[in-house]
């Protein structure tokens, strides 16, 4: 059974960091772009970052989050990394992958998602 699973989640204020993970079971992600996106109450999902395939796939972040969140992969695992987080940033994040090796359309998987709630 395919499978993604995040983790990571959590209560910070304002300022401080998380690092969320997106382990893949049931199948390999190696070869696939890999995303993060999130959805905040009353707000449609949008993307929040992504890479391609590969241990150094090329990257690209939304403008909101760009130079505060690092996405990074390792084997099955996808990771963000999220810095001087801010309130905006509260929502359910998630993780997809994209069974292709660049990112381009759709997203074939998604995980459940997993909260991050940022106080001020």
């Known amino acids: 059974q395919v499978q993604l699973v995040e983790s990571g989640g959590g209560s910070v204020e304002s300022g401080g960091s998380l690092r969320l993970s997106c382990a893949a079971s049931g199948y390999s992600t190696i070869g696939f772009c890999m995303g993060w996106f999130r959805q905040a109450p009353a707000m449609e999902r949008g993307g929040v970052a992504a890479?391609?395939?590969?241990?150094?796939?090329h990257t690209r972040y939304s403008d909101s989050v760009k130079g505060r969140f690092t996405i990074s992969r390792d084997n099955d695992t996808l990771y963000l990394q999220m810095n001087s987080l801010k309130p905006e940033d509260t929502a359910m994040y998630y993780c997809a992958a994209q069974r292709r090796a660049y990112c381009s359309g759709g997203m074939n998987d998604w995980g459940q998602g997993t909260q991050v709630t940022v106080s001020s």
């Open positions: 890479i391609g395939s590969g241990k150094t796939g």
